[in-house]
């Protein structure tokens, strides 16, 4: 399973590079303006700075919503690094732009998925990655996790390569969900990834194993 963390911020973008489990980096709209980014200068040189600090799979969202503007913006934000995906919005322009792109070899990945028949036309269309929104689900009393089974099954049935991109992850049980699941990647807060590493058991054993081995050396130094 991959590992993308869902932020444009570059400390922590850097702190889970540096774990050495990060896969890539989702951004939107809404978290770079989180970041106080703005103005198309800024913008470019944060998805840059972003590229710097990853190995691959930098997920830069475009404004536009009109198919020959989605793909202006796609080709300029692609052309900036070989990493970069272009995330495009779920619309019926932004199909036909995954098609264009997927002609291009521009690799592509799909937002705002709320239904399994979203994920269906833009694996035809030839989308590197969907993403299914499984917080946003839940928040209005839907199953998220239903969706990800639901598109998994699809997907095998066709053997489609489109990758599902389990997003709006808000915690651990859910990363693991996901992965029981067969989700292709994640993409969540530093929050949820680092919560994956807590366990009260691994804490207390460490405590022993450590206060222990401090008894141990004491009395060898006392004989
Ligand atoms: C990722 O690509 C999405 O933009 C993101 O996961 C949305 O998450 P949210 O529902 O927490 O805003």
């Not at 850097?14 to 980096?25: F, N, P, R, S, T």
């Not at 799909?110 to 299914?132: D, E, H, N, R």
């Not at 990800?148 to 489109?162: A, H, K, Q, S």
């Amino acid at each position: 399973m991959k590992f993308f963390i869902d932020t444009a911020n570059l400390d922590q973008i850097k702190e889970a590079q540096d774990l050495g489990i990060l896969d890539g980096v989702t951004t939107n709209p809404s978290l770079m303006a989180k970041e106080g980014i703005s103005g198309e200068d800024k913008v470019i040189a944060h998805y840059k700075a972003i590229c710097d600090i990853v190995d691959d799979n930098v997920s830069a969202e475009v404004i536009a919503v009109t198919y020959d503007e989605i793909i202006k913006e796609g080709e300029a934000l692609a052309a900036l690094d070989a990493k970069i995906v272009v995330k495009v919005p779920m619309i019926k322009d932004g199909i036909k732009a995954i098609k264009y792109f997927s002609s291009k070899g521009i690799k592509t990945n799909c937002t705002l998925i709320f239904s399994a028949g979203q994920a269906l036309l833009a694996a035809k269309a030839g989308a590197t990655y969907v993403s299914p929104f499984l917080g946003r689900l839940d928040d209005i009393g839907s199953e998220g996790l239903t969706l990800v089974e639901d598109i998994r099954t699809i997907f095998d049935n066709y053997g489609y390569p489109t990758q599902i991109l389990a997003a709006s992850i808000r915690g651990p049980l859910h990363i693991i969900a996901c992965a029981k699941l067969g989700a292709d990647v994640m993409t969540g807060p530093l929050t949820a990834i680092l919560g994956l590493l807590k366990h009260p058991l691994t804490d207390s054993g460490l405590a022993t194993f450590l206060a222990d081995h401090k008894k141990a050396a004491a009395s060898i130094t006392q004989q």
